[in-house]
């Protein structure tokens, strides 16, 4: 409550100044999807997460608990014996859309991975499509369709069996823009998706954009936060544009 009684006074302050058409130049598209994570756990031993969210933690971490709901946020950690990252998982579906999130990283190694994936599609690892990776130095974009998640890309990166040609290949797969973002601080980051381009923004500045073909594949059917040690997450929305 306390979240929408402040976002709807900076809607009307911004409104009141005429800054708000100009923030909102560009329409967001349909909102299919949000959490503010308003909520309680009925225990602190395992992830109750709710809202159709997924996590990893009973597969790679024995169950331990990876991820909290405190103070209208969710805390995203990494347990000690996890074999794999913390994933948390959400179903959707659209083709162009934005993805809007609010994330606070506490250390100046933690990073904050969104990963979009289709489990339906065969031909690459787990689903892999592309993926934004926002660290407190730099933000990664990388399409992981047409490179490393590639199943044979994949699989000659395991054998060590890649050839110069792919070597080559796979540098083109990924972007990375420098910046730094401060720890203990609050930010919104914004991944659009238009055709085979992705973009970034943070509070409303442009990180980057890149364009590779896996980009554009044609139903992105799951967001997954990909986290190697912690992060705090608030406030996510996922739009669909033109589906």
Not at 105 to 117: R, T, V
Not at 137 to 165: V, Y
Not at 183 to 207: M, P
């Amino acid at each position: 409550m306390m979240k929408t009684r402040f976002f709807a006074a900076c809607l009307m302050t911004l409104t009141s100044v005429g800054l708000f058409a100009d923030v909102h130049a560009e329409e967001p598209g349909k909102l299919i999807f949000s959490d503010d994570f308003e909520r309680n756990e009925s225990q602190e031993l395992t992830d109750e997460v709710g809202n159709g969210w997924g996590t990893n933690s009973k597969s790679r971490a024995g169950g331990n608990k990876q991820v909290d709901l405190k103070d209208g946020t969710m805390r995203i950690f990494i347990h000690e014996t996890a074999d794999h990252g913390v994933s948390v998982t959400h179903p959707m579906e659209l083709r162009d859309g934005w993805v809007e999130i609010k994330f606070m990283l506490e250390d100046e190694k933690d990073s904050l991975g969104l990963n979009f994936a289709d489990l339906q599609y065969k031909k690459v690892w787990a689903g892999h499509l592309f993926k934004v990776v926002i660290g407190t130095k730099q933000t990664e974009l990388a399409d992981l369709k047409t490179g490393a998640m590639d199943l044979k890309i994949r699989d000659a990166r395991q054998s060590k069996t890649l050839t110069p040609a792919q070597q080559e290949m796979l540098k083109t797969k990924a972007k990375r823009f420098p910046h730094k973002l401060e720890t203990g601080k609050w930010y919104t980051a914004v991944a659009k998706i238009e055709g085979d381009k992705l973009s970034v923004s943070i509070d409303g500045k442009e990180v980057g954009s890149f364009s590779s073909e896996g980009i554009a594949h044609p139903t992105k059917r799951m967001l997954r936060l990909a986290v190697q040690r912690n992060v705090v997450v608030d406030d996510i929305r996922i739009y669909s544009q033109g589906n």
